[in-house]
């Protein structure tokens, strides 16, 4: 069996990893490099295998770094099918698109630019067509661990990483032994997801290891958090923005809203889902609640649910983004983009960040470099369309709604799987240096750090 790491190995994003064995080219995910310029250059860059030549793509799940560079695969020749999960299937299908518009809209700006230099702009890394190409390639799978066929002799099952609604750990079952792909393993005790499945033994495993450093705070926690922000905010008179993720974040953030409305835990206010992606996304789920935890189950059995309860209102025009602001308070507004680098949350910022009645609440990773960044690092002032505005607002960092697992969670399930050959994936140096030594230590097995393109035979 050989792998070539094509992506994330070394970093956390562009997650994809090439098997071949048995005369059949397998490819697990196909993502987007994301973060600085030169990661860029890489989503640019050939790929180090004639997509025409490949038989499979398996996706784990839905988040670009995973998937976004699939729309590019099958534009350079890829002719096989993506196997995921049907609710990996619907949500890819969103986020590609929206993928495609923001690239499209990224050329169009960079070609203003570069015209004004007399230079020829960059094109968009894919647009619509080659987004509607690739989803056309999508054949899910019958659900979690269910063994589909591949050819010559292999098959693969999809087993449930409680990342985010339909993500997947792969296993993919050779005639040379098998292999388990994590993909983005979840953190435990989440609303909405299960936990992570346990896995199976195999012969090698390829493990996320973006937290292996970490432990994280515990769900609680974050939640009595956003409630004391919440209702320290709104009886004085403010509104509460909540910069959100699209996927998954979003609809935890509005499960957890709806527990505390139901309990009578929530002072009056009005909640805005300001969001067209989080929208969409958040039909998506209500489609699929067979993949939901027990409590989940129960709680979207009923009316009112966390998507439907009288609170709540879906912006969807723009026009609906701006009239919350002509309100003066007592609203919760969770709005995109979840590290506050675009999106409708900038308005909302610009009509509120110098209220010191106004609150915000980060419940998702801020990346160096981003307003998000800054704001939670205590910035007094920060520019917003031209405008220089005041940073007066009561700022929250809330960090357990964490997607991924902790050190002792990939431990557990490392210890589990077993794996004659370990290799640690989607992660930075630090983490990974901290998770290899500790797994040595107490599991006796040696975990390998894969360079972006190494390819090694197991
Ligand atoms: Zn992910």
């Not at 499209?104 to 020829?120: D, I, L, M, S, T």
């Not at 507004?333 to 509120?352: D, E, F, P, V, Y």
């Not at 981003?370 to 939670?376: A, F, H, Q, S, W």
Request: glycine content about 8%; aromatic content about 8%.
């Amino acid at each position: 069996m050989k792998i070539t790491f094509c992506g994330a190995a070394g970093t956390v994003t562009g997650s994809c990893h090439l098997v071949e064995t048995n005369g059949l080219r397998v490819l697990l995910d196909c993502g987007l490099f994301q973060g600085s310029r030169e990661v860029d250059d890489r989503n640019r860059s050939p790929f180090p295998f004639d997509p025409a030549e490949l038989d499979f793509v398996l996706l784990s799940h839905a988040h670009l770094d995973h998937a976004g560079l699939l729309p590019r695969l099958v534009h350079d020749g890829f002719t096989g099918h993506i196997l995921c999960t049907p609710p990996t299937a619907d949500i890819a299908k969103l986020m590609l698109a929206d993928s495609a518009h923001l690239q499209v809209e990224e050329a169009a700006y960079r070609a203003r630019k570069a015209k004004r230099r007399g230079e020829a702009g960059t094109p968009p890394l894919y647009d619509m067509d080659d987004v509607l190409r690739c989803v056309d390639r999508f054949r899910p799978v019958g659900g979690y661990d269910i063994p589909t066929d591949l050819e010559k002799g292999l098959s693969c099952v999809f087993h449930d990483a409680g990342h985010i609604l339909g993500s997947a750990c792969i296993e993919l079952r050779t005639p040379n032994g098998r292999l388990l792909y994590s993909g983005d393993l979840g953190n435990r005790h989440k609303p909405i997801v299960r936990d992570p499945s346990a896995p199976p033994r195999v012969d090698v495993v390829l493990v996320e290891s973006t937290y292996g450093d970490r432990v994280h705070r515990s769900i609680e926690d974050s939640v009595a958090e956003l409630r004391s922000a919440i209702h320290e905010v709104i009886p004085g008179g403010g509104n509460v923005l909540i910069p959100s993720f699209a996927l998954e974040r979003a609809q935890e953030v509005l499960y957890e809203i709806f527990l505390l409305w139901a309990r009578g835990d929530l002072p009056q206010c009005r909640i805005y889902l300001d969001s067209p992606l989080a929208t969409s996304t958040t039909r998506v789920f209500a489609r699929f609640p067979e993949y939901f935890d027990a409590e989940g189950q129960t709680v979207f059995s009923k009316r009112p649910n966390p998507f439907e309860f009288p609170l709540l209102h879906y912006a969807q025009t723009t026009d609906e983004s701006r009239q919350i602001n002509a309100q003066l308070g007592g609203n919760v507004i969770i709005a995109g983009s979840g590290m506050c680098n675009g999106g409708r949350i900038l308005h909302h910022l610009r009509h509120n960040l110098w209220n010191d009645a106004a609150g915000v609440v980060f419940v998702g990773y801020q990346a160096a470099g981003t307003l998000g960044r800054r704001i939670v690092e205590g910035a007094n002032d920060v520019h917003l369309f031209g405008e220089e505005i005041a940073v007066r607002a009561k700022v929250w960092t809330v960090n357990g709604f964490s997607s991924h697992a902790d050190q002792p969670i990939l431990m557990d399930w490392i210890g589990k799987a077993m794996p004659r050959d370990l290799f640690l994936v989607h992660g930075e140096s630090k983490a990974q240096a901290v998770l290899q030594s500790k797994i040595q230590s107490e599991l006796g097995i040696v975990p390998r750090i894969p360079a972006w393109r190494e390819a090694v035979a197991v």
